[in-house]
């Protein structure tokens, strides 16, 4: 090829894995069935033998989730993609959302749903503490239009809150499970969750750029509804529903999904269905006075290649997050990460 500058000299080399154990909080390291589908033959958008694979994916997705839910889908994006989708499809401007915060992920929803234009209320605790239904249903109590609005069956003002809160209230529950779904039970229409999302790079051992979403009747009808266009055209799911075939008419195209990505999804939650056990995805652990949880997780890195990562957000520098998950979730692995951890720290010790 003919060209005004050279070519990159790192492009005329390849590319180099070392080979890690991602015990961190996502993502998890791939099995050879996941990374196998990933090299299989491209096939078009549209064409009959990619929808299909899309359907099974649907169908996946609703095991995983325990629903039946119409609008099932996949966003194209990382786990903050099918946030955002979920914030912009369900909040109009002027809408109240509540959202509950006890982390980074409830401060970064509070960012999406205000660039949104919905007015945002928040309530904290430390990370690492949850919220009661008392603690919000006591705001609900004290948010006079709310509580007159409900009362004399007006209008509601849409909230998203915890059931059974958010009956009493009649209003839509939200859930972010992209770091627990299919590691913990979930069970979203016995739970009555309105929208409800997930990842596909942790528990599920897939690659990261496809992330599964589901979206309840009641939260179905109030998008249909919107006095407002939904402000992504990308995750409207006006169109979105259609391209994954959840309505009864011709797919149309909305755009051109990760075909690849998509086919990995469809193995990791093939494996999902075969397995049985099930065990909780990411522990916090106190890092001990004196010690640079940096220093250990660099040591683990280097001598072990074992990823083990910190806090985030209130958190940085006070915890080490280390995720059981997926392909991951075994007692070798276990070991593994323990005997780095520990060694590492006795290693920062002793240079102090």
């Known amino acids: 090829m003919t060209s005004v500058t050279s070519p990159p000299e790192c492009l005329l080399k390849p590319m180099v894995f070392p080979q890690k154990l991602m015990m961190g909080p996502g993502p998890s390291n791939c099995p050879p069935r996941v990374l196998n589908a990933c090299a299989m033959p491209i096939l078009g958008h549209l064409h009959p033998e990619f929808t299909k694979i899309m359907d099974e994916v649907k169908a996946g997705i609703k095991y995983m989730f325990q629903t039946q839910n119409e609008w099932t889908v996949c966003v194209s ?25 006890n982390g980074l992920w409830g401060e970064r929803f ?4 205000e660039r949104n234009g919905a ?24 948010s006079p239009d709310l509580y007159k609005n409900n009362k004399h069956n007006m209008p509601p003002k849409h909230w998203y809150i915890f059931k059974p809160v958010a009956h009493i209230y009649n209003c839509l ?17 016995k739970w009555e969750i309105d929208a409800l999302y997930t990842g596909s790079q942790k528990v599920l051992s897939a690659p990261p750029g496809v992330s599964p979403i589901s979206f309840s009747s009641r939260a179905k009808s109030k998008i249909q509804s919107r006095k407002t266009k939904v402000r992504s055209w990308y995750f409207d799911m006006n169109e979105l529903s259609n391209y994954w075939g959840c309505d009864d008419g011709p797919r149309r195209y ?14 990791g939650l093939a494996r999902l269905a075969d397995e049985s056990s099930r065990l909780p995805c990411v522990s916090g652990v106190k890092v ?7 220093d250990v997780s660099n040591y683990a890195m280097e001598n072990y290649k074992v990823e083990i990562a ?12 280390i995720g059981v998950m997926g392909s991951n979730a075994t007692p070798d692995n276990v070991k593994m990460v323990l005997r780095a951890l520990g060694e590492a720290i006795k290693n920062v010790q002793r240079q102090k």
């Open 77 to 101: 994006g990382t786990g903050h993609a099918a946030m955002e989708a979920a914030c912009c499809n369900l909040l109009e401007s002027g809408e109240n959302t509540l959202v509950c915060c």
């Open 119 to 142: 007015v945002v209320q928040k309530i904290h605790k430390p990370m690492g503490e949850v919220f009661t239904l008392g603690d919000i249903e006591e705001v609900c109590v004290l």
């Open 173 to 189: 529950l939200l859930v972010d499970s992209v770091a627990a779904c299919g590691g913990v039970p979930m069970f979203m229409d």
């Open 110 to 113: 509070s960012d999406m749903a």
């Open 254 to 267: 909305h755009h051109t999904g990760p075909i690849n990505t998509v086919y990995a999804l469809r193995e």
């Open 310 to 321: 910190g806090g985030l957000g209130a958190q940085a520098g006070k915890i080490w997050r």
């Open 288 to 294: 001990p006075d004196g010690v640079n949880w940096k």
